[in-house]
């Protein structure tokens, strides 16, 4: 079946412009992370879905970003004012909800933010 | 300190040598996952395990809960094994993964 899927895969925006990233999470996947790559640096979290869950938001890295997830399904991560620190591979994931913290994830290829 | 560290940081080996990656964590964990992330940037999900050992190919992954320790072992290296390989943890009670920084591989022909 499809895997996760993300678009667009490269978006170029200017200095505080909103940008809207999608999240296409493999079907029957409760889960879902937001996660952050930023040039040099390691993987950071910043969001999870779980089901009809309150998400959790505790990686969010300013009140300009902001998630949604609709459906259950597909998710979008918003960014408002971009600034060019906001520059980074976002990445979605998903996996079943039935394992927790100790199922695979399975990563989308990403989107690649350049903030000019 | 971070949570999670991996060690080296960067490695070179030439093709067929033995590999082998290290990953330290402070936080009580009931698993570790260990992740390779390929040039083009994909990530793929190489290993979970809680305890022990696991072996898929010639990759094996060993973890050891009471010392906080795991590593990650390439046998015959292979120069299509060059990626970044990172260990990543759900800390207790956390769904997040918390991520190590990678470890850089490059296996020269």
């Known amino acids: 079946g499809a895997g996760v899927s993300q678009s667009p895969s490269n978006k170029v925006t200017e200095k505080g412009k909103d940008v809207e990233l999608r999240c296409d999470p493999i079907?029957?996947?409760?889960?879902l992370y937001w996660y952050r790559q930023s040039l040099g640096q390691g993987l950071e979290f910043l969001i999870y879905?779980?089901?009809?869950?309150?998400?959790?938001k505790s990686g969010l890295p300013s009140d300009r970003f902001s998630a949604e997830r609709t459906g259950g399904s597909v998710s979008t991560l918003t960014i408002q004012r971009t600034q060019q620190e906001d520059s980074a591979v976002y990445l979605c994931?998903?996996?079943?909800?039935?394992?927790?913290?100790?199922?695979?994830?399975?990563f989308g290829p990403g989107t690649r933010l350049t903030v000019l | 300190k971070n949570e999670v560290e991996q060690s080296p940081q960067n490695l070179t080996a030439q093709e067929g040598e033995f590999i082998t990656i290290n990953c330290s964590y402070s936080?009580?964990?009931?698993?570790l996952h260990w992740l390779q992330q390929h040039p083009g940037g994909g990530i793929v999900s190489l290993f979970m395990?809680?305890?022990g050992k696991k072996k898929h190919g010639r990759l094996i992954a060993t973890i050891n809960i009471q010392e906080k320790h795991s590593s990650l072992h390439i046998t015959a290296s292979h120069p299509r094994d060059s990626a970044v390989y990172i260990c990543?943890?759900?800390?207790?009670?956390?769904?997040?993964?918390?991520f190590g920084q990678g470890t850089r591989l490059t296996i020269n022909p």
């Open positions: 879905f779980q089901g009809n869950s309150a998400p959790d």
């Open positions: 990543a943890v759900p800390p207790w009670g956390a769904q997040k993964l918390v």
């Open positions: 936080v009580g964990i009931s698993a």
């Open positions: 395990l809680s305890s």
């Open positions: 994931a998903s996996r079943h909800g039935t394992g927790g913290s100790t199922d695979t994830q399975y």
């Open positions: 079907s029957g996947h409760t889960a």
